[in-house]
């Protein structure tokens, strides 16, 4: 069973950068797309930056200008940049690959921004 694995994350203050990564632990094969998504305390799972296998990008209006995706089909890895953090990106980040099979869903990380 292929796993997703992230890192990356942790506590940052207002104004600060991370780099989230996420590698899967074999061969996904298929994928139609990659993204990132969080969930903060007491709400709803939210897409945050999604990249398709031909490198277009989506990304939600809260993140716009500061966070870039980018990714890696062959090793099925996708990365998050985010600039600029605010406290309400406080959340859990998770990573996500779409492939024809279904999905696949990392652990999640704990992203906290100070203010």
């Known amino acids: 069973q292929v796993q997703l694995v992230e890192s990356g994350g942790g506590l940052v203050q207002t104004g600060g950068s991370l780099r989230l990564s996420c590698a899967a632990s074999?061969?996904?094969?298929?994928?139609?797309?990659m993204g990132w998504y969080r969930q903060a305390p007491g709400k709803q799972r939210e897409l945050v930056a999604t990249i398709t296998s031909g490198g277009i990008t989506n990304y939600a209006d809260s993140v716009k200008g500061r966070c870039t995706i980018s990714g890696d089909n062959a090793r099925a890895a996708v990365y998050l940049q985010m600039n600029s953090l605010k406290p309400e990106d406080t959340a859990v980040y998770y990573c996500?690959?779409?492939?024809?099979?279904?999905?696949?869903w990392g652990q999640g990380i704990q992203v906290t921004v100070s203010p």
């Open positions: 996500n690959v779409d492939h024809f099979g279904g999905d696949y």
């Open positions: 074999g061969r996904i094969f298929g994928i139609n797309a």
